[in-house]
DNA sequence: ACCTGAACACCGTTCAAGT
DNA sequence: ACCTGAACACCGTTCAAGT
């Protein structure tokens, strides 16, 4: 969050880099637990214990249960939110098709990379999806496709918040389905096809062309 | 579920009638607890003191906590399915923008019926959604989705099954989102109309429309 | 046939004590 | 500066006892 900037000054922080150790640890530990207990059996022992540390050191780091899980799905949410963003410069002038497949092809493979992960993360926004933090990093997603759609050559969008609004959570809820099921490799494809052809549909009904847009003086 | 179908028969079935009304009471005073203590805080003990039992009665209706909880999200996911279910004789034969138009109207109107229950029923989801009940609701109200389509007259599917698939789930975002941000009546509306459209478009990129089709002898 | 509530094993969280 | 683990209040679930 607030690394420091002088450049030269690593070394000799033993203590510190012990607890990051911890932590990381925990984190670990914490995707570990959920994976094969599941959140009902989720239990701050029994991550600690995981992580090969006692319930009191966890505490040390995480004032309760819940913000241990917030800090978890917001590690995996700003992976997201970096992967999106990350196509911005590649993608800015370009049509509103080619910016669909970059968005949606993004998406899938920061979800997919690891995706009992990302399964098993849903489960967490139930609990801790009101926290500040994690609704920022939604916000941010959402900045950023805003922006995107902003920059297609092709087409221009009357109402960029509302279209960006509907076309972000529209794609989750396939991609959460996917999840859940377990989907293979070939109907992961398919799926991420679909999206590109329903984004692009919609996209395209909510849009005005650019060539017919003569309403100078 | 089993209700006879002797036609006389009540009466005089004062024990039963006395678990009924506790079942029910037990149901309410659950949403009520999730409603005003969150999903975490939902304890047994609590929902018995408020459906105004104790706990062992509550678990002589209800082996553990989840069974409770799946059976309440199975109650709410049932009256969508049913939303779902009744407009298919009214739509029979239509066309698919009439057949869109009628589906989101009915679960607009099942799910924002009850805007803060069916909201806190989205963290239900998370602990019991693997539930065979669960799954199997889902599942009906997808061949309904695929039912539906197959009637539009102006329109058909090469791939039904794919297509309801991605429908059904893309609807779910931004319905959950809507929830989760208590949008207001015209965002509501707004949202409506936008998956109308969003549907629409898809569906005709999927589809093959019906009056070039003469591929007879 | 239905209900009660004390009892038990376990979970979240703290804090005095260690290195 | 960091870690430990016993201790406490509370939660899920059971079961002998009531009406």
């Known amino acids: 969050m607030f690394a420091p900037l002088s450049p030269i000054k690593p070394r000799k922080l033993p203590q510190q880099r012990r607890s990051e150790v911890t932590v990381q640890a925990v984190f670990e530990a914490c995707i570990q637990v959920l994976l094969d207990k ?16 006692s319930v009191g050191t966890l505490y040390q780091y995480f004032p309760n249960k819940e913000a241990l899980l917030a800090a978890v799905l917001q590690h995996h949410l700003s992976g997201v939110r970096d992967a999106v963003t990350g196509i911005e410069e590649g993608v800015r002038g370009k049509s509103l098709a080619e910016i669909v497949d970059a968005l949606i092809n993004a998406l899938f493979d920061a979800k997919f990379a690891d ?26 997603a959402q900045a950023t496709i805003i922006r995107l759609l902003s920059t297609a050559s092709d087409r221009s969008f009357p109402h960029v918040e509302s279209a960006s609004f509907i076309l972000s959570t529209a794609v989750t809820g396939p991609v959460q389905a996917l999840l859940d099921r377990n989907g293979s490799v070939v109907q992961i494809d398919n799926v991420r096809q679909q999206l590109k052809l329903l984004s692009l549909a919609y996209l395209r009904a909510v849009s005005t062309c650019h060539a017919v847009e003569l309403d100078r003086a």
Chains 1, 2 share one sequence.
């Open 115 to 140: 995706p009992a992960t990302s399964k098993a993360l849903y489960a967490v926004v139930a609990v801790v999806g009101e926290s500040d933090a994690v609704m920022r990093l939604t916000m941010e």
């Open 38 to 53: 599941g959140i009902e059996r989720l239990t701050t022992t029994r991550v600690a214990a995981r992580a090969g540390v």
